[in-house]
């Protein structure tokens, strides 16, 4: 499987779902997807465009959040049409068009792009975290004093393996040695952030894989760590993810694991 080629194919569909995502930030009409949850007419009609294109062109299937599908076949697409979607309904930029590659379980292609900033992250197995095309140099050890740390969603039922509760009592023991802690409300945004260096690191609970596929091969392509949240493997179906820096995704790990102790 030829992850480069891949790659070229998906940057090329997702260059026609960009301008569809610039035309309708901030005046999307929503559709309702049960209590506090919603999609823009956007997010249907890029993961449409998506799942068609991608189909047609690799002939591989597509898995994604709005119109669901299979984890079954050894190959597949993972799509989030629109990362933050509600950060995109009311025109905040912080959101992003998510596709990753899964062979077998594991990214080996990955793309981020966060048109509202004129960017796009890409990696395929064994490459360099790519910006619009460029190679990056590995991302460094953070100085604390300016260290930002993104933070998912603070809000969870007591169900969830990490619920409010313990998530609230992560974020005050990580506030004491780092002060910038970030909530953006887009998990891509903050992996992608992560691979460029402008988060040390970033803990994320979701357990969808359109939220992190793409962001965990990204950051390993910086050469920084990204694991589940007990520092596992990561997998279709890990809770989370915690990923930063090599020495900052430690420390992360080393809370979490004071915390859940």
């Not at 995109?88 to 077998?104: D, Q, R, W």
């Amino acid at each position: 499987m030829d992850a480069r080629m891949l790659l070229a194919i998906a940057e090329a569909v997702v260059d026609d779902c960009e301008q569809v995502f610039l035309a309708g930030l901030g005046t999307a009409e929503r559709v309702s997807k049960g209590a506090h949850d919603f999609a823009t007419t956007a997010d249907l009609k890029i993961e449409f465009m998506l799942r068609q294109q991608l189909t047609a062109l690799t002939g591989i299937p597509v898995y994604g959040e709005e119109g669901g599908g299979s984890l079954d076949d050894p190959a597949v697409w993972v799509v989030d049409p629109i990362d933050g979607t509600s950060n995109y309904a009311a025109g905040n930029p912080m959101c992003a068009i998510l596709v990753s590659l899964l062979y077998e379980g594991e990214p080996i292609v990955a793309l981020c792009s966060m048109p509202t900033f004129g960017k796009r992250l890409t990696a395929y197995a064994g490459s360099p975290l790519l910006l619009n095309g460029q190679p990056q140099p590995p991302i460094a050890e953070p100085d604390k004093d300016v260290a930002q740390i993104g933070f998912g969603s603070l809000i969870a039922s007591k169900q969830h393996g990490f619920h409010s509760k313990l998530r609230h009592e992560l974020l005050g023991i990580l506030a004491d040695d780092y002060t910038r802690l970030r909530v953006t409300g887009s998990v891509g945004i903050d992996l992608a952030f992560t691979a460029l260096g402008i988060f040390a690191a970033t803990v994320t609970f979701s357990p969808f894989p359109w939220d992190n596929a793409a962001g965990v091969l990204l950051v390993r392509a910086a050469g920084g760590e990204a694991t589940d949240l007990e520092g596992g493997q990561w997998f279709i179906g890990s809770s989370g993810v915690v990923a930063g820096t090599p020495a900052t995704h430690q420390e992360i790990l080393g809370t979490i694991n004071q915390i859940m102790d």
